[in-house]
């Protein structure tokens, strides 16, 4: 087990790594996607026939949905064309450029392999969807004031096959199923108010892997198992753990979830029966993040631990300045955002480190990050909403009326909870 005290240095020059640095640009070789070659001996006439970079323009206007699910389908040509890694190599390129030359995206050496392992159709996607929250004369805001009378502690924009919801947790003890194509009333876009808990709410999670299972923690000391499937929360089982529970992270069949306790359980949801016990922390347990090889945790002691699953150990404890409030993971790096009011980025095994200034003046209370975008909440009353890479640009930023407690962001449809009891929703008005 490896112990160590951390200070952060904003400046790039800091960062180590043993063979190369990461954090270099890497450009999209353009010229190479123009000259790709698209069997056209299929069709005589048509648009068919026009050059592939005109092609490419064209299909520029319509979004990555429908060219999935329709355009592609319209030919064999299109089908050729939209299964090409050549054709999603030039939007991707198009996603990272901005109208400021200044504000491009620079993307990592890492992050661009781990772009083509998950499919680039699919980052552009969410890259896409996410850009469409950068112009604030296309976003409407929606407030919801009257749902709950309590601090908003979580908030969760759920994945549905059929449907688009989203769920708060509350201080007040209840959580709210929102229909997130009907959020002009508040009355109407509250599907279902559920009241199983006896203490303030402070997790809300879903199942991995497209899942309708909803976990919730409490208070309480009670761990409550739901059904989205039919868009209402459909109570399945729960469980007693005899300590609050302040954060969870639900992987397939298996529920991870801190404690006041200052313990971190593995809840195997198939047998129902308790995992393992992970004692790091030496006070309460804020946030966890997991990997199939790792399980990270933060906790009010300021620690930041890496626990090696395949070794069954400890790995690192890292003492933080302070209080790291959300940790996030997705490949290929840890994501900590704290206290301090900075993002720091690590490997999976916390070797090297970047410090990404974010511009807030106080601590954040929480983090979103995927493909798409970072969001931070701040208790300054601001949420940011920065480019998901390792050198973010700031696209926009959302004040609040009152501090900022949680925040989700999902396929151009962003989330936050706040202290003033409200829940409030950014989409753009443009994008279904």
Same mark, same amino acid.
Request: overall charge negative.
């Given at each position: 087990?490896?112990?160590?005290?951390?200070?952060?240095?904003?400046?790039? +020059?800091?960062l180590?790594?043993?063979?190369h640095?990461?954090?270099?640009?890497?450009?999209?070789?353009?010229?190479?996607?123009?000259?790709?070659?698209?069997?056209?001996?299929?069709?005589?006439?048509g648009?068919?026939?026009?050059?592939?970079?005109?092609?490419?323009?064209?299909?520029?206007?319509?979004?990555?949905?429908?060219?999935?699910t329709?355009?592609?389908?319209v030919?064999?040509?299109?089908?050729?064309?939209?299964?090409?890694s050549?054709?999603?190599?030039?939007?991707?390129?198009?996603?990272?450029?901005?109208?400021?030359?200044?504000?491009?995206m620079?993307?990592?050496?890492?992050?661009?392999?781990?772009?083509?392992?998950?499919?680039?159709s699919?980052?552009?996607?969410?890259?896409?969807?996410?850009?469409? =929250?950068?112009?604030?004369s296309?976003?409407?805001?929606?407030?919801m +004031?009257?749902?709950?009378?309590?601090?908003? &502690?979580c908030v969760?924009?759920?994945? &549905?096959?059929?449907?688009?919801?989203?769920?708060?947790?509350?201080?007040?003890?209840?959580?709210?199923?929102?229909?997130?194509?009907?959020?002009?009333?508040q009355?109407?876009?509250?599907?279902?108010?559920?009241?199983?808990?006896?203490?303030?709410?402070?997790t809300i999670?879903?199942?991995?892997?497209?899942?309708?299972?909803?976990?919730?923690?409490?208070?309480?000391?009670?761990?409550?198992?739901?059904?989205?499937?039919?868009?209402?929360?459909?109570?399945?089982?729960?469980i007693?753990?005899?300590?609050?529970?302040?954060?969870?992270?639900?992987?397939?069949?298996?529920?991870?979830?801190?404690?006041?306790?200052?313990?971190?359980?593995?809840?195997?949801t198939? +047998?129902?029966?308790? /995992?393992?016990?992970?004692?790091?922390?030496?006070?309460?347990?804020?946030?966890?993040?997991?990997s199939?090889?790792y399980?990270?945790?933060?906790?009010?002691?300021? /620690? =930041?631990?890496?626990?090696?699953?395949?070794?069954?150990? =400890?790995?690192k404890?890292?003492?933080?300045?302070?209080i790291?409030?959300?940790?996030?993971?997705?490949?290929?790096?840890?994501?900590?955002?704290?206290?301090?009011?900075y993002?720091?980025?690590?490997?999976?095994?916390?070797k090297?480190?970047?410090?990404?200034e974010?511009?807030?003046?106080?601590?954040?209370?929480?983090?979103?990050h995927?493909?798409? /975008?970072?969001?931070?909440a701040?208790?300054?009353?601001?949420?940011?909403?920065?480019s998901?890479?390792?050198?973010?640009?700031?696209?926009?930023?959302?004040?609040?009326?009152?501090? /900022?407690?949680?925040?989700?962001?999902?396929?151009?449809i962003?989330?936050a909870?706040?202290?003033?009891?409200?829940?409030?929703?950014?989409?753009?008005?443009?994008?279904?």
């Amino acid at each position: 087990m490896e112990t160590d005290n951390m200070e952060f240095s904003s400046d790039e +020059s800091d960062l180590e790594q043993e063979e190369h640095s990461v954090f270099q640009s890497v450009p999209l070789n353009t010229n190479k996607l123009l000259s790709c070659s698209i069997n056209t001996s299929l069709t005589s006439t048509g648009i068919h026939n026009l050059p592939a970079e005109l092609i490419f323009d064209i299909l520029d206007f319509i979004d990555v949905k429908t060219l999935l699910t329709v355009v592609k389908f319209v030919s064999r040509y299109f089908y050729d064309l939209l299964k090409s890694s050549e054709f999603w190599e030039m939007r991707l390129a198009g996603c990272l450029k901005s109208e400021n030359s200044n504000q491009d995206m620079q993307v990592s050496d890492c992050e661009l392999k781990q772009m083509f392992k998950v499919g680039l159709s699919t980052v552009v996607y969410e890259m896409e969807s996410s850009r469409s =929250l950068k112009y604030d004369s296309s976003i409407e805001k929606y407030v919801m +004031s009257s749902n709950h009378y309590g601090d908003i &502690h979580c908030v969760k924009i759920l994945s &549905h096959p059929t449907k688009r919801l989203a769920l708060s947790g509350s201080r007040d003890k209840t959580m709210c199923v929102y229909d997130l194509d009907n959020l002009r009333s508040q009355e109407s876009s509250v599907i279902n108010t559920n009241t199983d808990h006896n203490g303030w709410i402070w997790t809300i999670d879903q199942e991995d892997f497209q899942s309708s299972k909803i976990a919730s923690g409490s208070w309480d000391s009670y761990i409550h198992f739901y059904d989205i499937g039919r868009g209402s929360l459909e109570k399945t089982s729960d469980i007693s753990v005899h300590s609050a529970i302040l954060c969870t992270r639900y992987e397939k069949d298996l529920l991870l979830y801190g404690t006041y306790s200052k313990i971190v359980f593995g809840h195997d949801t198939r +047998s129902k029966a308790t /995992a393992f016990k992970l004692k790091n922390h030496t006070k309460p347990v804020l946030s966890i993040a997991a990997s199939a090889e790792y399980i990270w945790s933060s906790g009010e002691d300021n /620690a =930041l631990v890496c626990y090696d699953r395949r070794m069954n150990k =400890l790995l690192k404890r890292i003492r933080m300045e302070r209080i790291s409030s959300s940790i996030k993971f997705l490949e290929p790096y840890l994501w900590v955002a704290g206290y301090d009011g900075y993002i720091k980025c690590f490997n999976k095994d916390m070797k090297i480190m970047k410090k990404i200034e974010t511009g807030h003046t106080q601590p954040i209370m929480d983090m979103s990050h995927s493909m798409g /975008a970072t969001v931070t909440a701040c208790k300054d009353g601001v949420v940011k909403f920065f480019s998901p890479n390792t050198s973010p640009v700031l696209w926009n930023s959302f004040t609040l009326g009152n501090s /900022a407690s949680c925040v989700d962001y999902k396929r151009g449809i962003l989330m936050a909870g706040c202290c003033d009891s409200s829940v409030v929703f950014w989409k753009n008005k443009n994008v279904d």
